[in-house]
């Protein structure tokens, strides 16, 4: 195992991961929401005409909402998206919501996938299509939007209306759609006391429940009847599913494969699951990307302490031995912890993670890059492979990451000033 230490240099303008100064203000941007009271940046996409979309929590005077802004190339809002560059919503009226994912789809639809507050203790995965003008697809779920109830109230997870913003929770979402269209959704159960179980869900192109996947629309994850979280969805090229996050307590990283039909892919690991500590500590697994060449690559965090995590395997499910030694490894920046988020591939092999700092006023974006091997890339940051940034006097976090055509990297977040505010920055490439 290894852990480093990494600072914040005063690097120079050309440096990778540093500030872009040409991007909106001095290489960052407020996402604006109408008559919001805060609003958190959840996730970031880019569609065919270079726009960034930005999913979003938003707070209103009467309660959370979805939100969805569309930013021009250089950071400027979309005034010809939704009203004043933004869409504000609810999964189901009379309750409250968030965004949490967004992906554009073949068509040029946007798909919007969050959370529908069912009450103030429990939760259930929605979804929202829009098309390029920001306005609902009427021939999508119940007039563009989908609340996703599963018989016995499986879908239902918990909220974490007391867990500030950065802290790692209940709460989680992710999508991923198949080559034909259907849709693949996570949803977190909790039975009664401290029970939980993870699902994987799939909806057809039209929003309905698909019977056709694993023969009843869903999957239960849990593994060694052990309490089960997932956070994680990937479909790999090949049609086999990924899904990660976490197992016990104290936690351990999970990782599970199942087939495009919702078979469990027992050739993967052990029985189809992959669980692992870090040198005797907890784990938690945030983003498994799966890399060129088939391996996988797993981000998130180590626990007490919180660190940086990344573990590589090869693409059956056993650690990678040429990288670490076949161990996780931990990177430590900042002085109370960090983690990562979320990651993003890119074409050259290379990954981007994007996560926080934790601890107050020292919480800050941080971005990384790994190369194929799964080794930091030394060429980034100044050298440690990493870079750490301050965009304001309260905490920063970032929660989203992608690559523009140019190579820049827009990373998506949230920054408090007076009350927590969505935020886009650039960062050289």
């Not at 994912?101 to 939760?123: C, F, Q, S, W």
């Not at 979320?342 to 926080?356: C, E, F, I, K, M």
């Not at 998506?412 to 505010?421: A, M």
Request: glycine fraction near 14%; include cysteine; proline fraction near 4%.
């Amino acid at each position: 195992m290894s852990i480093r230490s990494a600072f914040a240099f005063s690097a120079t303008r050309n440096t990778p991961g540093t500030l872009d100064a040409t991007f909106a203000a001095n290489g960052k941007t407020q996402v604006f929401f109408a008559d919001s009271l805060s609003s958190l940046a959840n996730d970031i996409a880019i569609d065919a005409q270079g726009r960034l979309l930005v999913a979003a929590k938003v707070a209103m005077a009467d309660g959370s909402r979805f939100g969805l802004a569309r930013l021009l190339e250089d950071g400027s809002a979309d005034l010809a998206f939704g009203k004043q560059g933004s869409v504000i919503g609810q999964f189901e009226p009379g309750f409250e919501a968030m965004g949490a994912k967004v992906l554009v789809m073949p068509d040029g639809n946007i798909l919007l996938a969050g959370l529908h507050y069912e009450n103030t203790h429990r939760t259930l995965p929605a979804l929202a299509l829009l098309d390029q003008q920001g306005r609902l697809v009427q021939s999508f779920g119940d007039n563009g939007r989908c609340v996703v109830r599963l018989p016995g109230g499986l879908s239902l997870g918990i909220r974490d209306a007391w867990l500030p913003p950065g802290v790692p929770g209940a709460e989680a979402c992710d999508v991923d759609v198949q080559q034909d269209g259907r849709i693949l959704i996570l949803a977190n159960h909790h039975y009664e006391l401290a029970d939980h179980v993870g699902l994987l869900i799939r909806l057809d192109v039209e929003g309905s429940l698909d019977c056709s996947f694993n023969g009843s629309g869903f999957v239960v994850v849990r593994h060694l009847l052990m309490n089960t979280w997932l956070s994680s969805l990937t479909v790999q090229r090949d049609g086999r599913i990924l899904v990660g996050g976490s197992i016990n307590f104290p936690e351990e990283g999970l990782l599970a494969r199942y087939h495009a039909d919702g078979r469990l892919d027992d050739r993967f690991a052990v029985d189809g699951f992959m669980t692992f500590k870090t040198q005797g500590h907890g784990a938690r697994v945030s983003q498994v990307v799966q890399q060129n060449e088939g391996g996988i690559l797993c981000f998130g965090s180590s626990c007490e302490p919180m660190h940086c995590l990344t573990f590589k395997m090869h693409s059956d499910g056993r650690p990678n031995n040429h990288c670490n030694g076949g161990q996780p490894q931990r990177l430590q920046i900042g002085h109370r912890g960090c983690q990562w988020i979320a990651a993003q591939l890119q074409p050259d092999g290379s990954v981007l993670a994007a996560g926080a700092t934790i601890g107050g006023v020292e919480a800050d974006f941080i971005l990384g890059r790994y190369l194929p091997n799964g080794h930091p890339d030394r060429r980034f940051g100044k050298g440690c492979g990493c870079t750490r940034t301050r965009l304001g006097p309260g905490p920063d976090t970032a929660t989203c990451v992608t690559v523009q055509a140019d190579g820049n990297i827009v990373a998506g977040g949230y920054s408090l000033q007076g009350s927590y505010k969505a935020v886009v920055a650039r960062f050289l490439g």
